[in-house]
T-cell receptor, first 117, second 113 residues
Framework: AQSVTQLDSQVPVFEEAPVELRCNYSSSVSVYLFWYVQYPNQGLQLLLKYLSGSTLVESINGFEAEFNKSQTSFHLRKPSVHISDTAEYFCAVSEGLSGGGADGLTFGKGTHLIIQP | DAGVIQSPRHEVTEMGQEVTLRCKPISGHDYLFWYRQTMMRGLELLIYFNNNVPIDDSGMPEDRFSAKMPNASFSTLKIQPSEPRDSAVYFC???????????FGPGTRLTVL
């Protein structure tokens, strides 16, 4: 069974500074990887995903994540954050099309990104 | 598409009462998931359906919880009787594929007094 570890429960960052939110996963098969964002009092929204191909994936609002198979990581980065990026960020993994495993996504416990002015 | 629709958005009830949460998935999505989110436990998968059939309900906390999906466009999560520890935000999500992106509803914030 797969699992996801988000080591940081909370990350405070100054506005316009860079940020990295860490995500490590464990799985015995090839995986799909996802980052979701949850703004206050809202549901989760997909930020970006890795299914196959280029290991670097980007979102429309400046976030990017890189799939590193050897380190089983999928860290999320942004070179310059804004106040509006304050939210909870969830990393998730699924077992792709490998079959045999459970359906659906396994979520990490989330990282609260706090942007300080 | 309107996205995943959940109702009610907020529910306040007293301990012992029956609570029914509703979800309308995105049309054409074969998978439907129910989650619970609390500060202490984070996001927990309760149950999921494939083509209206419950596949895995191992996350349902106890027999007080039940879920149904009578057709492809409607699902309910029922708690009977409700207890204060059931207070949480309950999310419904749907997906077109087995292990691909899930689309979340806005959630139902349940408060049991």
């Amino acid at each position: 069974a797969q699992s996801v570890t988000q080591l940081d429960s909370q990350v405070p960052v100054f506005e316009e500074a860079p940020v990295e939110l860490r995500c490590n996963y464990s799985s015995s098969v090839s995986v799909y990887l996802f980052w979701y964002v949850q703004y206050p009092n809202q549901g989760l929204q997909l930020l970006l995903k890795y299914l196959s191909g280029s290991t670097l994936v980007e979102s429309i609002n400046g976030f990017e994540a890189e799939f590193n198979k050897s380190q089983t990581s999928f860290h999320l980065r942004k070179p310059s954050v804004h106040i509006s990026d304050t939210a909870e960020y969830f990393c998730a993994v699924s077992e792709g099309l490998s079959g045999g495993g459970a359906d659906g996504l396994t979520f990490g416990k989330g990282t609260h990104l706090i942007i300080q002015p | 598409d309107a996205g995943v629709i959940q109702s009610p958005r907020h529910e306040v009830t007293e301990m012992g009462q029956e609570v029914t949460l509703r979800c309308k998935p995105i049309s054409g999505h074969d998978y439907l998931f129910w989650y619970r989110q609390t500060m202490m436990r984070g996001l927990e998968l309760l149950i999921y359906f494939n083509n209206n059939v419950p596949i895995d309900d191992s996350g349902m906390p106890e027999d007080r919880f039940s879920a149904k999906m009578p057709n492809a466009s409607f699902s309910t999560l029922k708690i009977q009787p409700s207890e204060p520890r059931d207070s949480a935000v309950y999310f419904c999500a749907s997906s077109p594929d087995r292990n691909n992106e899930q689309f979340f509803g806005p959630g139902t914030r349940l408060t049991v007094l």
